[in-house]
């Protein structure tokens, strides 16, 4: 869960609407950026950080009962590979190319469990395998499928930044990172109040994103349970963004 505190309360949204939104931004690229499996590789994009929400296997909750943000997780190098192993198999299922992006992007995030722990080791190193495998099935070269995997890289990026509310006030820009077509991006919020991604690097000239949320009056809970039911109980609002260029 992303998870972001106010003065209103806790803000949720859950990882898998996440993905959405990175979608609805990928869908607004330029054309010229679209790979020809451009369906595939927007299933990649909304997909990637799905298979995360499970109550059973990771801890919602601090030792205080307060809901934890996804970047406040301690859960063991296993359980976060577990899940990675989860992600890339529904990925696969659906098709190698989706697979293929998902795998560079399971490499980003867990490189750094490589030294820490042998089965991280052995799922990163098999997934280095799959995707050499894979560049050469659909006939291109690693640097052509790194490429189009900054799509992705750039849309979950954006659209974490707009989740957790960092766009900086005052027409400063916060960078995004290096990406598409290996220029570095930055938003900002122009001085009408609506955004902007500099270089603009969208098919329109203006458009808008949304994504749902929950806002939780409460903020301790006595268990998962009642973490879950309230969430669960709780009406969704709606989250808007104007983009400019």
Known sequence: MIVRKTQQGLHVIFQASHGLLAGKIAEQLMIKYRPLLWLE??????????????Y????YLSELGIPLDFSEDSNSAIKSIKRAKRVFDQAKSK?????????FHLDFLYETLREKNVKAKQFLDAQKAFRE???????????????????LKFCDRCSLILCKDEVPDAERKLEINTSIDGK??????????????EPWCFEADSFELSIEETVLEQTKYKSQQELKDVLGATPRRNLAWKFEK
């Open 41 to 54: 590789t927007l299933v990649a994009v909304v997909e990637h950080d799905d298979q995360q929400l499970d």
């Open 95 to 103: 098709s190698l190319w989706t697979a293929l992006l998902v795998s």
């Open 133 to 151: 495998e894979t560049v050469s099935y659909f006939g291109i070269d690693q640097d052509k499928a790194v490429s189009y995997y900054a799509i």
């Open 56 to 59: 059973k296997e990771k801890n």
């Open 184 to 197: 570095t991006y930055f938003i900002y919020r122009q001085k009408s109040g609506n955004l902007s991604i």
